[in-house]
């Protein structure tokens, strides 16, 4: 199993410029969370899914956009890049149901707006 | 979920026990106490959770008081590879929590030579 891939790793964007983070997992979960984390902060959640076709806000949702077609995958969308967008992202994913199971996290994605 | 406290930074030297508190006085009956690290930037990894009883796994112990208000994460035999941000992590066991994290900025543990 590859776990939870994410592509690109870095990469730079010029404000006002649109962009798709993948993310891709094997391990057939159903819950699949996309955070970002700011240099010297702890990870704050931007959206969830809880299966496909099914997609929610977390706490900072503003400026992005998720979609959930199939299980595998839930790619972040940033339509207008800005400069507050710079961050690393990182995407999670896990099994449904119970409280005895862990989320796994891809490596990130580190991306610039300049 | 429960906020946590935790102290920003510790050290510890190689091959003693690294005991990182974790103070949650607000849990309620039915919140989970998760432990995740992070290291160097790289995405989180699980460590250990519980609910009441103390519980153990490979990578660490963890001990919450009787009254659940505070936990610690005990590493036994901390390696140079442990220097990490740690995060104490409470959730709610409702399924309607759909397992999100809430992290709070973790204490940064450095393991010295």
């Known amino acids: 199993n590859a776990g939870v891939t994410q592509t690109p790793k870095f990469r730079i964007l010029k404000i006002g410029q649109s962009m798709t983070l993948q993310c891709a997992q094997d391990m057939n979960h159903n819950y699949m969370y996309w955070y970002r984390q700011d240099p010297g902060m702890g990870l704050k959640l931007i959206y969830y899914s809880v299966g496909a076709g099914i997609t929610d806000k977390g706490e900072v949702p503003n400026g992005y956009n998720v979609s959930r077609s199939t299980t595998e995958d839930f790619p972040l969308r940033l339509e207008l890049a800005a400069p507050s967008q710079t961050s690393v992202y990182f995407c999670?994913?896990?099994?449904?149901?119970?409280?005895?199971?862990?989320?796994?996290f891809g490596q990130g994605t580190r991306l610039t707006v300049v | 979920d429960a906020k946590t406290t935790q102290p920003p930074s510790m050290d510890c030297a190689e091959g003693r026990a690294a005991n990182l508190p974790c103070n949650h006085s607000?849990?309620?009956?039915?919140?989970?106490v998760y432990w995740y690290r992070q290291i160097h930037s790289q995405g989180p990894q699980y460590i250990i959770h519980?609910?009441?009883n103390n519980e153990t796994n490979e990578m660490a112990s963890l001990i919450i008081t009787e009254d659940r208000k505070s936990s610690t994460l005990i590493l036994p035999h901390a390696t140079l590879r442990d220097t990490a941000v740690y995060y104490c992590?409470?959730?709610?066991?409702?399924?309607?929590?759909?397992?999100?994290?809430?992290f709070g900025q973790g204490t940064i543990l450095t393991v010295h030579p």
């Open positions: 992590i409470v959730r709610v066991r409702s399924g309607t929590s759909y397992g999100k994290l809430t």
């Open positions: 607000t849990i309620s009956g039915n919140e989970y």
């Open positions: 999670a994913s896990r099994e449904s149901g119970g409280m005895n199971t862990e989320a796994f």
């Open positions: 519980g609910l009441k």
